[in-house]
């Protein structure tokens, strides 16, 4: 079974960047789709941005729409999610998923993905 490892997270201040990486153990085409999605404390998780990664379709968030730029190198079988001008808001653990694409769409709901990695915690101070 795939298996997903999230690096990157840490503390920075409001303006700041981060990128976030994400390592598959190996690529499957079941599973062509790519998501980050994040949780803070007491929130639901959500979706940030995802990608198809046969074709390198990217969706985003109206959040970080702008502001978060999700990529993959497939030599590496990783998916990264550079992050700029982070806000207090953007305060979250954040979770790498894999999934399967519908009609080559990769959709932003959690329960399209059925594996996930450990989260990475990403803080940004005021």
Avoid: H
Wanted: proline residues 3%; charged residues 15%; glycine residues 14%.
């Amino acid at each position: 079974q795939v298996q997903l490892v999230e690096s990157g997270g840490d503390s920075v201040q409001a303006g700041g960047s981060l990128r976030l990486s994400c390592a598959a153990s190996e690529y499957t085409y079941s599973r062509n789709c790519m998501g980050w999605f994040r949780q803070a404390p007491g929130k639901e998780r959500e979706g940030v941005a995802r990608i198809y990664t046969p074709g390198g379709s990217t969706y985003y968030a109206d959040a970080v729409k702008g502001r978060f730029i999700i990529s993959q190198d497939n030599a590496k079988n990783t998916v990264y999610l550079q992050m700029n001008s982070l806000k207090p808001e953007d305060t979250a653990m954040y979770y790498c998923a894999a999934g399967p694409s519908f009609g080559g769409v990769c959709r932003g709901s959690t329960g399209q993905y059925d594996t996930w990695g450990q989260g990475t915690q990403v803080t940004v101070s005021s």
